[in-house]
């Protein structure tokens, strides 16, 4: 038996839980109510009175091992439209390359305005706008789909045709969530950078796919200050010769370039010539294009469908995430990062969606628990770097906030330490659900995290999500429980790539994916299955600390080490020498006022010695000005590892991919400085 398909333990096995639902939120949780109708219409096990972890355990079973009969529950629940039927619903089931629901058409947009047609819910809002005045600005069901329909439109009259590429270089803002959805009404294929990525940076991904129209923003306020973009949007105008339009959005209040044409033209339709014309694709015709974070070379295109986007949505949203039309949808992301596509995915289950465009801590660290407040959101994602900080800068957003609309706080991009479970558990409320999320930008959506029925254990996430078989490996590919393995699926996931863009043969693809474990999709992470069914991630497998045949995830070291006040925040890199010996040193960047003085290593050495491993104590604790990040936040543990073994700057990592490439040349200096020696 695999871990993924334990069976539920006996009560005395269990630890004491940080939080658990009441019988009501059980009884009242959308996956409750699906469990039942698919027990009656389907043969899924029913519920286990008293007992939602047996219960849980034995739907996720099914849901795996039924792979087939469980997507169709999934789209039969939510009443997926299909203009036209499939034939089957999973026709070849092997990866890469497994064939969903062939034969069937429908379209992704038409289901995210679905709330809009009832005339109750016209005037409610389907989009709460929020800037750094964190005053709410709503969109109504029928505005938004009276802006669709009025751009959808004019995409078709500027010869969109679907498969055509349509970019946005947007912040998190109303225009971004309309322009995506139009493109996906006429067919076509969206692909997003947020407005701080650089010229380059945008280049490196939209030249890749070639789009055929540039929404643009003339700049955008970020931490109080205003960013002019007008030189970029100019120079990715020069750059990106496949373009026949620029369609010119001034936040800042620019006048349009040359050329350009004026949003607010393209959304001027209104009554019957704005009603909304969806283009019915095939399930698998591609939606949009996210990217890996281009660490190493260009970024990897990835390409995922309308109907597999959807069917994965709604059972993410709508059942893990218990969304619904009295719900209000908050997580604080950018356009370019695969979480603001899962937000306005929001769409598809009625919920309200929430748009923060801003700084995350402006003007003061708690700005997002202010934002939570103001726009009533019942489920409030994060980071979990944004908890920490909360945590170290004193915040107490139970005391000075009003939070009880909040039934959820949940949090992605790294494992969320135990102490950050502990802060939301003490100071937003005892009775919350912390939901900790792992998933990627490549299946964009999660492999495991959220289950509403679940107690919450400390330091765990909840189970592995329902169609996932999420199975921990070790390196021979025989399932792991309780212990440290690979993280690998090993039935597909509707979401998973259709295929990368310029990919023709797929080859990157598979070595992405499926190089180690033909056949089974390995992402990358490290992670223990427990005997209870729940699930811890402890970093990247591929920058894992590997000492004397112990290993470790980066993430336990930097929980551990971060506590300390005077540490802001640390990069840990084990390096694999050529004689066979390993070094592995920590880079810390000091809090203000602190000094990395020999009292202090002491503390970190022992911290480290007593709270993780005497095996994983660095030989070496190094003061850096910054620790590196992709744009999307990740720190760059493997680019290091590759310069400190070293490689040149420019083939350990791409450029334009960093938040701050200066602080990469000092570690290509210390390389280069113990070679010497």
Known sequence: MTAAHSAAPTTADQPEPLWSPGPDRIDGARLTRFQAWAAERFGA????????????????????????????????WFDVRFATPYETVLADPAMPGARWF????????????????????????????????????????????????????ELRRLGVRPGDRVSGYLPNIPQAAVALLATAAVGGVWTSCAPDFGARSVLDRFQQV????????????????????????????????????????????????????????????????????????????????????????????????????????????????????????????????????????????????????????????????????????????????????????DVHPGRDFDLSRVKCV?????????????????????????????????????FAGAVPTLPVHIGELQAPCLGTDLQSWDPHGEPLTDEVGELVVTNPMPSMPIRFWNDPDGSRYRESYFEMFPGVWRHGDWTTLTSRGTVVIHGRSDSTLNRQGVR??????????????????????????????????????????AVLDDALRDRVKRTIREQLSPRHVPDEIIEVKGVPHTLTGKRLEVPVKRLLQGADLGKAVNPGSVDDVELLRFYERLARQRLAS
């Open 210 to 393: 070639e789009p055929t129209v540039l929404f643009a923003v003339d700049g955008y306020r970020y931490g109080g200050k205003e960013h002019d973009r007008t030189g970029t949007v100019a120079e990715l105008r020069r750059e990106l010769p496949s373009l026949r339009a620029v369609v010119h959005i001034p936040l800042l209040g620019t006048p349009a370039p040359e050329g350009a044409l004026e949003w607010d033209a393209l959304t001027a339709a209104d009554g019957t010539s704005a009603e909304p014309v969806f283009e019915h694709v095939p399930f698998d015709h591609p939606l949009w294009v996210l990217y890996s974070s281009g660490t190493t070379g260009l970024p990897k295109a990835i390409v995922q469908s309308q109907g597999g986007i959807l069917v994965e949505h709604l059972k993410q949203l709508g059942l893990h995430c218990d969304l619904g039309p009295d719900d209000r949808f908050f997580w604080y992301t950018s356009t370019g990062w695969m979480m603001w596509n899962f937000l306005v995915s929001g769409l598809l289950t009625g919920t309200t969606v929430v748009l923060y465009d801003g700084s995350p801590g402006h003007p003061d660290t708690a700005a997002q628990w202010r934002v939570a407040e103001r726009t009533g959101a019942t489920l409030y994602g994060t980071s979990a770097a944004y908890v920490m900080a909360c945590r170290k800068a």
């Open 45 to 76: 096990p029913a519920a286990v009175p008293g007992d939602p972890a047996a219960s849980y355990a034995a739907l996720h079973r099914w849901s795996v091992d039924e792979l087939a009969t469980f997507w169709r529950a999934v789209t039969e």
């Open 102 to 153: 062939p034969g069937a058409t429908l379209n992704y947009a038409e289901h995210a305005l679905r709330a809009g047609e009832d005339p109750a819910r016209a005037d409610t809002p389907a989009l709460l706008h929020v800037d750094e005045t964190h005053e709410p600005t709503p969109v109504t069901w029928a505005e938004l789909r009276r802006q669709v329909g009025s751009l959808a439109a």
């Open 552 to 593: 470790m995830g980066s993430a336990d070291i930097y929980e551990a080490v971060e506590r300390l006040p005077e540490i802001r925040e640390s990069l840990v890199i084990g390096v694999e020498q050529p004689d066979g010996g390993y070094w592995m040193p920590l880079f810390v960047h000091l809090a203000e006022g």
């Open 410 to 446: 949940a949090t992605t991009g790294s494992p969320l330490p135990p102490d950050g479970f502990r802060w939301i558990h003490d100071e937003v409320a005892e009775d919350m659900w912390i939901a900790s999320v792992s998933g990627g930008t490549d299946v964009c959506s999660c």
